[in-house]
């Protein structure tokens, strides 16, 4: 049973265009959600996280949305850098503390 | 930052071996550590979390005698791998989470096992 979703298993966007990457959840007792980006045979990397009590979070190039009555928030990278290509994940943290990790969602930036 | 240190990177193991995994949070102490498990395209999959003195508690499905989890401080945790098999080849991963420092990650270990 996979809590946390990202429907799109890939995207291409041009170079300074905005990405817009998406992740599902099912379980309301999620209490904090975090995305990270990811190379192959690498751990992922921290990128912007976000409270259940808030809807938005802004960190430079990286703004994370949070829709809570519909279980979904986004992640917008813009502009889009071809530095910006790898495997994005979502994660959600239940009330235990452990990150539950969405299914990935591969970003390709095109030049 | 914080650091977490993982090794090694990569291992390559002959089948009914055991291969140990460790990992080390640097610079600050870990209240817990987890282990993910990660199959090529696919999501990273907890296996495991793990406290400082008290045993491992182990996500459905994955064989607590197979992967060992020792937490024998609050800086160092191992997961080994025990008669290991070629369905074992796998992205390991492991993070530390302290209060002050969230969720830190390691770099992973890549197990083969031929």
């Known amino acids: 049973d996979q809590q946390v979703k990202q429907n799109s298993p890939s995207l291409s966007v041009q170079e300074g265009r905005i990405s817009i990457l998406n992740c599902d959840y099912t379980?309301?007792?999620?209490?904090?959600f975090l995305w990270y980006k990811k190379y192959p045979a690498e751990g992922p990397t921290f990128l912007i996280s976000?409270?259940?009590?808030?809807d938005k979070n802004e960190d430079g190039r990286f703004t994370v949305f949070l829709n809570k009555s519909a279980k979904h928030l986004s992640l917008h990278i813009v502009p889009s850098q071809p530095g910006d290509s790898a495997v994005y994940f979502c994660?959600?943290?239940?009330?235990?503390?452990?990150?539950?990790f969405g299914t990935g969602t591969l970003l390709a930036v095109q030049p | 930052g914080a650091v977490v240190s993982q090794h090694p990177s990569r291992v390559i193991c002959k089948s009914g071996t055991s291969v140990k995994i460790e990992c080390r949070s640097l610079?600050?102490?870990?209240?817990?550590m987890f282990w993910y498990r990660q199959f090529p395209k696919q999501s990273l999959m907890l296996m495991a979390t793990?406290?400082?003195?008290?045993?491992?508690?182990?996500e459905q499905g994955v064989e607590k005698d197979k992967f060992l989890i020792n937490h024998a401080s609050l800086t160092l945790s191992t997961l080994t791998v025990t008669s290991a098999h070629p369905e074992d080849s796998s992205f390991y991963i492991c993070?530390?989470?302290?209060?002050?420092?969230?969720?830190?990650f390691g770099s992973g270990t890549r197990l083969t096992v031929v």
């Open positions: 993070s530390a989470n302290s209060f002050t420092q969230g969720y830190t």
């Open positions: 793990s406290n400082e003195g008290s045993k491992a508690t182990y």
């Open positions: 994660a959600a943290r239940s009330p235990t503390n452990k990150l539950i």
């Open positions: 379980n309301s007792m999620f209490d904090y």
């Open positions: 610079d600050f102490q870990a209240t817990t």
């Open positions: 976000i409270s259940s009590i808030k």
